[in-house]
């Protein structure tokens, strides 16, 4: 059974404080390691998708890495509107579902 | 990338009622996925709706409880029967999005947050 497991559950930081959340994750056969942005009241949006180990993709101050265990989210200098709960998932095997972490909640104080 | 909209976005519900969820996305897709969000918990997936075909459920999932619709390529519903207390949660539709996005993303709904007393 796959599985995921996000940490910190809360990060609290500086503006401008920069930090990285992580993702572990056991799964058969990595089709996908993906990466979602979810504020409060919204669903989740999609951040980032990789697929093999040292793959690595950014997207402004959010860069994010994999290994054959892992999968960490670095934050750069983040802002306040960078606060939100971030989702770690993986799709493995012949499977179609995505197995979701419960996420990071991060919070940037100006 | 696919616009997916869902109503209602938040109710009330009293005990022992259902409620259903509607699920609009603005192109056709194949495959639409009912995820659920409990409070502290991760994102789980209810079942995998197709159009013309019975609903596929996940395990301690079953369709007496969450009967789905999905009466064409755009459309799904649905529905939280006999509503406990515990099913108070976020209901999330979402689609796989070959778009943008790139292909095998999901993309989701802003979530039917229910409230059962």
């Known amino acids: 059974e796959d599985q995921v497991t996000q940490s910190p559950e809360a990060l609290r930081l500086q503006e401008g404080e920069s930090s990285s959340l992580n993702c572990s994750y056991t799964?058969?056969?990595?089709?996908?390691l993906f990466w979602y942005r979810q504020d409060p009241g919204k669903g989740p949006e999609f951040l980032f998708t990789?697929?093999?180990a040292g793959e690595e993709k950014e997207k402004e101050r959010l860069k994010a890495t994999l290994t054959k265990k892992e999968s960490f989210l670095h934050i750069t200098a983040p802002k306040p509107e960078d606060s939100a709960t971030y989702l770690c998932?993986?799709?493995?095997?012949?499977?179609?579902?995505?197995?979701f972490g419960k996420g990071t909640l991060l919070t940037v104080n100006p | 990338s696919a616009v997916i909209s869902q109503k209602p976005s938040r109710d009330i519900c009293q005990r022992g009622t259902s409620l259903t969820i509607q699920c609009q996305v603005d192109?056709?897709?194949?495959?639409m996925f009912w995820y659920r969000q409990q409070p502290g918990q991760s994102l789980t997936l209810i079942a995998t709706?197709?159009?013309?075909?019975?609903?596929?459920?996940e395990s301690g999932f079953v369709i007496d409880k969450f009967p789905i619709s999905r009466p064409n390529l755009t459309f799904s519903t649905l529905t939280v029967s006999n509503m406990s207390p515990e099913d108070s949660s976020i209901y999330l539709c979402?689609?796989?999005?070959?778009?943008?996005?790139?292909?095998?993303?999901?993309?989701f709904g802003a979530g039917s947050r229910l409230t059962v007393l």
């Open positions: 799964v058969s056969g990595l089709r996908g």
């Open positions: 998932a993986v799709r493995g095997g012949s499977n179609y579902k995505l197995t």
């Open positions: 979402s689609v796989e999005d070959g778009g943008q996005t790139g292909a095998n993303v999901l993309t």
């Open positions: 709706a197709n159009q013309g075909s019975e609903a596929t459920y």
């Open positions: 990789l697929y093999s």
């Open positions: 192109s056709q897709v194949t495959m």
